[in-house]
């Protein structure tokens, strides 16, 4: 389960407070993909992140009873003067994952050769999205955060990603970020829109896709 306590998170732009979440609280059970609805700019990848933890709210909890991934999508949390392996040698001992099972699994699936080896920061953002794909499947998540995820490589490496995605979603759940109406669908049972700091939830993604694109009708 993940419940969020009151949350609020806010910043200023251009001199205008802005709200991503207004004293929201909502609990998310597990047994339920979500699929995470918003206009651009409404704070949809900053919600992911604080459920992650990477970033703290302006006030309010998170309580995660569950393992939670960090983003898949946002490689942001790669220290770029480690290499590839260093960084999977870090986030193991983070999440508690045997160091060396994770350090192989990610070198086969992210088939990024001898730049494994090699300092994050000369990595493309292609080779990042791999070795972030890798990281998050090599453990196993109650809730994967799906953050606009991307096919990268070719159509082999494509067809791999998305066969060990549907493995892992046999046990696991999503909250997915994607401005892919089909991708919701295929991946997501129910639905949340985002919209002016608020969150509604609907059981059916079909319901949520309908308020979503009401509200981008109206500005």
Do not use: W
């Amino acid at each position: 389960m993940i419940r969020l306590d009151r949350l609020t998170k806010r910043f200023k732009l251009k001199g205008e407070m802005r709200y991503i979440a207004r004293d929201v609280s909502f609990t998310v059970p597990r047994g339920n993909s979500i699929g995470l609805l918003g206009r651009n700019g409404a704070g949809k990848s900053t919600l992911l992140r604080l459920i992650a933890g990477t970033i703290k709210p302006t006030s309010g909890r998170i309580i995660r009873l569950a393992n939670v991934s960090f983003p898949l999508g946002f490689q942001g949390s790669f220290n770029g003067s480690l290499t590839g392996e260093q960084n999977v040698r870090f986030v193991a001992r983070i999440y508690g994952h045997d160091t060396e099972q994770l350090v192989d699994y990610v070198q086969d699936f992210a088939e990024l050769g001898k730049s494994y080896y090699m300092p994050v920061k000369s990595y493309s953002s292609g080779m990042k999205a791999r070795l972030a794909f890798g990281v998050s499947m090599g453990i196993d998540f109650d809730y994967y955060l799906v953050d606009e995820i991307t096919a990268v490589g070719d159509s082999n490496f494509r067809k791999k990603c998305k066969l060990v995605f549907e493995e892992k979603l046999q046990n696991s759940d999503i909250i997915m970020v994607s401005h892919s109406n089909a991708s919701l669908k295929e991946y997501c049972t129910t639905g949340i829109v985002l919209e002016d700091g608020n969150l509604t939830f609907f059981n059916d993604i079909d319901d949520a896709i309908s308020m979503h694109n009401d509200n981008m009708a109206r500005r």
